[in-house]
């Protein structure tokens, strides 16, 4: 079993729709982080939480410490949207999951 | 510009061969960080550098695979007798808290 899972694997969805891309992880973290990659390979990183939530625009990140699992929310989804959406633990290194692939549709 | 640079972008390289990967973090920033990522695979973490403290090798593969950070800065990946299984993205990060700021990757090819 991996030590970060995320949920779902694939999405598609419509624009407008509101997104959730779910991350549960088994091991001990000081704090978890959301990135994006976009098609063409480049990483940003997004949100770097330990507790409660953040917003950034659009986006929307949440953590429960005691429950283990952080949520991304898009809200407004936009083509542009489309990504890959990798959660990663970190306690003394890095541990990701294997990412989230968002199709937005127009 | 100010964002993480990496060199080459693109290396192809017969199996067997050495390749040296080259990091330029943003200034002033404490910690380093080489990943990696296969086709289709997610990102992998390989080592962690965070200013004077000897670095995290844990998630290194192999012994054929080395890395340095000269003066807290530039960081060079080292691979050694390269394999077809190297051939990956090799990305690189760096940190002054905990945001990380990625690079744009060197696409590594062994053939």
């Known amino acids: 079993k991996n030590e970060v899972e995320q949920s779902p694997q694939n999405l598609t969805a419509q624009e407008g729709e509101f997104i959730t891309i779910n991350c549960s992880y088994s091991?001990?973290?000081?704090?978890l982080h959301w990135l994006q990659q976009h098609p063409g390979g480049g990483i940003v990183s997004l949100f770097m939480?330990?507790?409660g939530k953040k917003k950034h625009g659009r986006l929307i990140a949440t953590i429960n410490i005691q429950e283990k699992h952080s949520s991304l929310h898009i809200t407004a989804s936009h083509p542009r949207d489309s990504a890959v959406y990798i959660c990663?633990?970190?306690?003394?290194?890095?541990?990701f999951g294997k990412g989230t692939r968002l199709h937005i549709l127009p | 510009g100010a964002g993480v640079s990496q060199s080459p972008s693109n290396k192809v390289t017969e199996k067997g061969k050495d390749v040296e990967l080259r990091c330029d973090p943003i200034?002033?920033?404490?910690?380093l960080y080489w990943y990696r990522q296969s086709l289709g695979q997610g990102l992998e973490f390989l080592i962690y550098?965070?200013?004077?403290?000897?670095?995290?090798k844990s998630g290194l593969p192999s012994d054929r695979f080395s890395a340095e950070r000269t003066g807290g800065s530039v960081s060079t990946l080292t691979i050694q007798r390269t394999q077809q299984e190297d051939s990956a993205v090799y990305l690189c990060?760096?940190?002054?808290?905990?945001?990380?700021?990625f690079g744009p990757g060197t696409r590594l090819t062994v053939t």
């Open positions: 550098f965070q200013g004077n403290s000897a670095p995290d």
């Open positions: 091991v001990g973290i000081s704090a």
């Open positions: 990663a633990g970190r306690d003394d290194k890095i541990i």
């Open positions: 990060a760096s940190s002054f808290y905990h945001e990380q700021y």
């Open positions: 200034s002033g920033h404490t910690a």
């Open positions: 939480l330990s507790s």
